[in-house]
């Protein structure tokens, strides 16, 4: 062997090795980088006339601290990016205080960083406020726009901010002359003294001091963060000179308690829940015209139809225009967008009020009404599309149509459907004046960034296939997702050429001149990688052509050269939501579990998002056998493309909804799955929030019953283990123990795995890396399979 042949051998050999000890440490490695996120950047947003964009990202990939970035482009393109504000050295290496209003609120983001985890903005992008430690932060950006100054905003009295819990949600007026924030019990305004004046602190509205802890201010309710994706409860007018603020009554809802079994003298925590088949909180929506030093000085109820459409599920106020609602009735079977008239409104007559939003007195408040623009009905339920209703500058309503002649979900002008039939619509990003930027799918594992030009033509923005979102403003614009060819983050910041337009390029980060582009940069990153490539074949199984990952293990795994290997499914599988994409990092996971000794089978089946109306409609009020049919089906084809799959040892493991199908698995296909491992799983959907289960099991509690699994406890005859976080508020745990409890009574041998103090995002990074490991020893024990190293 020639010297030059023997090392390239070498290099081969010592990549194997390398990502050998890569996979064999991913669970710890994922742990650590919470899964690979750390150190890349995220939350971007282009401001101004786009040759400035801010973004977050911690300074490495084992970093939680998240610290605040600008990406600029100065006079000559030259780009630079920029520390702005870094939480160590503003508050401290001490542990923040995070009120729980905020811990709720990033639990319902699945936010699992530290530091300056979100930010606002004013429309220019002069000024950036963020919450930190307990105080109020402004970052303003110096005259030659490439460096800025970090500030504490002056509070109230430490007397005035008793009520409430602490600073939520700041945001920035649109002319950046004010910040607003709310404590849940009220809304206070900042005026930021300009040139070293003192800042001016008003509390624009406030709940009375007697207030029951029920009753919020400014906040999002529970079910419009955890369902609708919306965690606003104020919104500032385009002026600058009034806010929009929700005030929300839980008393209506269940009381609900999360303990802590591991610490029985901490006592537990009660909240409102709003459980399925019960009430909701009781929304409100107020108009507050602010004064010139930020205090209200009239105050209206927005007047809808509140009982008929219980769902306030957007709220939008842009420039020229009257705000704009979007509200569901319970069932979401119809919705109305709705202008709110703030015009020409009569003076509030008892001034008393203005400040003070007293329940009792309501009636007597002047009413701002709504005028409606348009209604949608469906006889299962409507959607609802990030980034609509809106309006284009020119005026014309844009809204979401489901198109359900063409199987479409399609974006609509004025009533008059825009996109392309078989072009999926799932979310818009800005509408501008010629065209709308949004993220589409013509084939569902691929999200897709596009220009739907107002003429009706369509450009693709995105170099390939993956998982892509953007953000625009003046000549300037973002792209970034990933995809199957790279395992990090992509981002690129670039500006448009004068002469040019947005739908005239195609971003890729290379030769940006040939597509209408005067400057282009990629964004840094300093996250992990988890070192090895996934072995992934997409795939097309069973009748309904369910589309499919199927994982094997790699070339230098000990299970490499078998010829028949157990099965292992790791479905979500439910509604509203994909696993198969075009995106790396959704297989690092399973990839691991093929070089454990599995074939690794991820199914998408009917409900999950992508395929168009119809195909997510197929699981109303069927939904737990028309998901757990479709693994089935898929399982059964799977050696029809991969022959080594022994259909005699099959698992199924998964977490929320794909823990629900695990369970159900074994309960109800015991010939098919012979293992299962569920984390967090709704097995009783009674237990579940209304907005999600009613949406797609109605109002029939004999419903709700034939999707639950608490019954079928006694067909259990395959190992099952229960996995649950004590402290998760989104699935409690009372799913898995009533479950469990089922399982005692009926004298059926399970295992339960509790997790003190874990949430429903599994938020401890030693809990997260040895629930990989456990979880593989229990299906090795359950199908019989050795260990192999």
Known sequence: MTNQVADQVRMVNDGQTDAQERVSDFPQAKARTLRFTLGAPRSIQVVGDGRRAFFLRSDGPEDFETSLWMSTFDSDNTHKETLLADPRLLAGEQAEDVPPEEQARRERLREGGQGIVSYSADAAGHRVVFAL???LWLTEIGKDGLCGKTRKLKLLEDKQTQMGGGILNPRLSPDGTRVAYTTGRQVVVITIGYEGEEDGVQVALALPQEASEDFKLGLAEFVAGEEMDRYEGFWWSPDSDALLVEAFDASLEPTWYVSDPANPNHPAIARRYPQALTANAQVRLFYVQLSSDGSAKDLHQVDWDRQGFEYLAVVRWQSGHSPLLLVQNRRQTADQVLSVEVDGLQR??????????????????????????????????IDIVPGLPAYTPSGQLAEAYIDTNADTTRLSLDGKPLSAVGCQLREVLDLGERDALAVVSSDPRSFDLVCYGYDGRLKVLNSGPGVWTGSRSGRGFVISGRTMRESGVLA???IVASDSHLDA???????????????????????????????????????DQLFAAVVRPSTFSPWSDEEQLPVLLKPYGGPGFQQVVFSQSYYWESQWWADQGFIVLTVDGHGTTGRGPAWDRAIFEDMAQVTLDDQLAALQSLPDVIPEADLSRVAMIGWSYGGFLSALSVLRAPDAIHAACAGAPPTDWTLYDTHYTERYLGMDPDIYRRNSIVDDAPHLRRPLMLIHGFADDNVSVAHSLRLSQALTEAGRSHTVLPLTGITHMTNDPSVAENLLVLQRDFLYQSLGIETRS
């Open 492 to 494: 690129w910041h670039s």
């Open 505 to 543: 390029m195609v971003c890729g980060g290379k030769g940006h001149e040939e597509h209408g582009l005067e400057a282009c940069a990629r964004l840094s990153s300093q996250a992990a990688e988890p070192g090895f490539v996934p072995n992934v074949d997409f795939v097309r199984l069973g009748n």
């Open 348 to 381: 509030t007559k008892d001034t008393s009020q203005v400040n003070t939003l007293d329940y009792s007195t309501l009636d007597n408040l002047p009413t701002a009404p709504t005028r409606v623009l348009s209604t949608h009905s469906n006889p299962q339920w």
């Open 133 to 135: 430690g307990g105080e």
